[in-house]
Each structure stands twice: as structure tokens, then as C-alpha cells.
């Protein structure tokens, strides 16, 4: 138990196979009453078959927090942003369409935004997510900074994310190339890039300002 608070969550973009494990285990977790909360982005469909998983990035100030009018989600002391509370919330969308980073859905079944809550009901005890206990490729990773670091010497975690002029810290980590000498991830000079294939489509995301 004392290992807790060293835990964190690393994303690896390109260690993704695709192979969709972590969208079904994610449906196991008892807090999303079997629908999963992840789901895998091709980064340029026409010309490869490249995927990228998206979880949460739980963010240290959550725009999806900001601006839900019914004060329906909340981010815990230990950083993870929850799912919205039913009493509470209005199924306005202002969530969905304000994440920089694209992850509230609104299940219209459910009037109620759901997402990653990073399995809280797991991590919270010192146990993996759901999605990290079965990612084959390590493309989602769950451990301490030192295990990570001995395990890919060659990437390092980064999580701040520049959007424009708003800078953006988060809970989870992205690994990008230790020699690229990159400080944050610039999104918007990223998704202006034209790459001509997968791997330069992958090049442009780490690219340092």
C-alpha cells in the first residue's frame, strides 16, 4: 500500500498495436457498468492503420470541470478527474465540446457524461486501471517513474501540452523520444503538420516548439 502515491499512468502512443484489449477491458470496470471509457484513434486512416489509444489526461485544471454549469464533476485530491455525478448532471455537452483533448462522451442513454476515471476504484487501492493490465505492447503503463525509466531508457514522460496560448499540465504522462529535447507537446503546430506517413504524422506530435 505505501506504493500508492508513487504510482502514475504513461501513455506511449507508439507502442499501440491496435489490438483493441484495453477498449474491452475498460467495459469491465465496475464504475462504467460495462461500457468502456477508451477508445483508439487512427492517426491518418487513408494511408495507415496506426492507432493511438485516448484515455483522460486528468489535467491539474480541468476545462471539463470549468465549465459544467451544474458543478456535476470533480477532481479528486489525488488528481484524477471523475466521471460526472448523475444527481447533478444536466447532459449539456459544454464538457464534451470544451476537453482540449477530445475525451468526455455523452452516453444520451444515460443523460450523463462518462469517461476514464483511471479505474478509481483500483488505483485508488494501488491497483492497476484496467486498460494497463492488459496493453500486450506497454502503449499504457501503470507503475512508478522508475520502472518506466528503466524500462525505456530512450523516451522520457512529459505532461504539459500547449494548446494555442493555454498550457495544459496533466496527471498522466506521455513518453516522447529522450533526444528530441522536448519540454511540452505542442498539439496545435502538431495537427497543422501534413506527414506524408505514419511515422512522420508520429514525429510531428513531439515536435519542441
Known amino acids: ?13 507508439n507502442r499501440c498495436i491496435g489490438c483493441q484489449s484495453c ?13 468502456s471509457m477508451i ?3 487512427y492517426v491518418e486512416r487513408t494511408i495507415s492503420v496506426q492507432t493511438v489509444p485516448v484515455v483522460c489526461m486528468h489535467c ?23 466521471t460526472a455525478r448523475k444527481p447533478r448532471c444536466i447532459a449539456c455537452n459544454n464538457c ?15 443523460s450523463l457524461m462518462m469517461k476514464c476515471d483511471m479505474c478509481y476504484d483500483r488505483s485508488s487501492v494501488g491497483l492497476k486501471p484496467m486498460c494497463t493490465s492488459v496493453c500486450p505492447s506497454g502503449a499504457l503503463y501503470y ?21 494555442g496560448e493555454q498550457t495544459i499540465t496533466t496527471k498522466v504522462n506521455m513518453m516522447v523520444p529522450r533526444d ?5 507537446v505542442d498539439v496545435l503546430s ?6 506524408v506517413g505514419n511515422a512522420a504524422m508520429l514525429d510531428s506530435v513531439f515536435d519542441d516548439m
Request: aromatic share 6%.
Open 190 to 195: 502538431a495537427m497543422e503538420e501534413s506527414p
Open 180 to 184: 528530441a529535447g522536448v519540454q511540452h
Open 143 to 163: 507503475g512508478t517513474r522508475e520502472e518506466i525509466e528503466h524500462l525505456r531508457p530512450r523516451s522520457e514522460p512529459i505532461n504539459t501540452f500547449q494548446f
Open 1 to 13: 500500500m505505501a506504493r500508492i502515491g508513487n504510482m502514475e499512468f504513461f501513455l506511449d502512443p
Open 96 to 110: 464534451v465540446l470544451a476537453c482540449p483533448f477530445g475525451v468526455p462522451k455523452m452516453q444520451t442513454e444515460f
Open 60 to 82: 491539474d485544471s480541468p476545462t471539463c470541470a470549468e465549465v459544467c454549469p451544474a458543478d456535476a464533476i470533480k477532481r479528486t485530491d489525488d488528481g484524477v478527474v471523475q
Open 23 to 35: 477498449v474491452a477491458a475498460c467495459s469491465e470496470c465496475d464504475t462504467h457498468r460495462g461500457h
Open 39 to 41: 477508445h483508439l484513434q
